[in-house]
């Protein structure tokens, strides 16, 4: 048996407090240790039953291992958990508008398939510190990281173009693109309604959209890719009232996870994904 034992997300909740160190974390790292579940859907429901219990937001589950099924092709239970802390998200989205892309947090849980171990992996604080530019509150780090950058800046893997458009305009127009193109689109987030900023903020809303087919295939040569997946479009518009479009770098994910042997497929569709967000933000 395998079970899950979680431990308080102090590092969601004390954002203020970390390091800028590190890129993603597994479970046998500070925060999670996977023993005795039997099944993946035990343990996310276990996670999310916690998550909710320690006063974070269940946003929704998607079910990659599901989705590969309904393209005819096969990939082991692997499912990603996503969930938000309000608080959190709006202190970082007032330093960057670009981590909207990592929002909301997510949970990738796995059963490898070579030792029927179930997995978890999710994104570290230092990870969105150092992608998005996002300085903690440690003086002698903010100094040490303001003397690096004078050698040139850290691949981030975020690729932005403009859009001719409005943040709703764009965002319909590449909603009806997706959709066109075959895509499912889960789930969308305006991280400036009302409901979530009580005062003015700049427009900026995530549309998390699909394939099975094309994503099924990067989870089997590696499953931890999952996190990052499904792929993102950001709409944000910036304080020159500029809107932009972003998305993840295929080619920069699969060096993230270790892909072998995919560098074409990548390549491809990170040209799709460009087509695409060019198609919806130009008139």
């Excluded at 510190?129 to 780090?141: F, G």
Aim: glycine residues 8%; proline residues 4%.
């Amino acid at each position: 048996m395998k079970k899950l034992q979680i431990v308080l997300l102090t590092f969601l909740l004390g954002w203020t407090a970390i390091s800028s160190a590190g890129g993603w974390n597994v479970h046998d790292y500070n925060d999670f240790s996977l023993t005795d579940f039997d099944t993946v859907s035990e343990a996310v429901d276990k996670i999310k039953a916690t998550l909710e219990d320690q006063g974070l937001e269940i946003v929704g589950v998607i079910n990659h291992a599901a989705n590969a099924k309904i393209a005819n092709l096969e990939l082991p239970p692997t499912q990603l958990i996503l969930f938000r802390d309000n608080r959190l998200e709006k202190r970082l989205l007032r330093r960057s508008s670009t981590v909207g892309i990592d929002l909301p947090q997510k949970m990738l849980v796995w059963e490898d398939p070579n030792s029927g171990e179930i997995k978890l992996l999710y994104n570290a604080p230092g990870y969105l510190s150092d992608r998005h530019d996002i300085n903690t509150w440690d003086p002698l780090l903010y100094r040490l990281g303001k003397k690096l950058k004078q050698f040139g800046k850290l691949e981030n893997g975020l690729v932005t173009i403009d859009s001719e458009f409005s943040v709703e305009e764009t965002v319909e127009n590449l909603m009806a693109v997706l959709l066109d193109n075959g895509f499912f689109i889960p789930f969308t987030f305006d991280f400036t309604s009302k409901s979530y900023f009580r005062h003015y903020r700049r427009p900026a809303q995530l549309i998390v959209f699909g394939n099975p087919k094309v994503g099924t295939p990067l989870m089997q040569n590696q499953q931890s890719i999952g996190v990052d997946l499904p792929q993102k479009f950001l709409v944000w518009e910036d304080r020159e009232g500029q809107v932009h479009i972003t998305h993840n770098d295929p080619v920069f994910l699969g060096k993230r996870h270790g892909l072998q042997g995919l560098d074409t497929m990548l390549g491809k569709i990170g040209k799709r994904l460009a087509q695409l967000a060019a198609e919806g933000g130009t008139k």
